[in-house]
């Protein structure tokens, strides 16, 4: 049993796209994805070093390439 929830993507030519994971994506994004509490997201990111965050003033933003990455 898994205790992390991955999105379904649609496989095309051996890529995954996906509209939702372009850019940078907010924490509310993230976690809308992953089906995830702030707490998890915030373990992911600062304990577990599982998924980078990076800080634009007093906003978290994280790259979709580190998320998709994450799902793979």
Request: a positive charge; hydrophobic letters at 30%.
């Amino acid at each position: 049993m898994s205790l992390i929830h991955f999105p379904k993507i649609k496989e095309d030519k051996n890529q995954y796209t996906d509209s939702r994971i372009k850019g940078l994506m907010t924490t509310e994004n993230v976690k809308n994805l992953f089906d995830i509490s702030t707490t998890t997201l915030y373990r992911w990111s600062s304990q577990d070093n599982i998924l980078p965050k990076y800080k634009v003033g007093r906003r978290i933003y994280f790259k979709g390439e580190d998320v998709e990455r994450l799902i793979k």
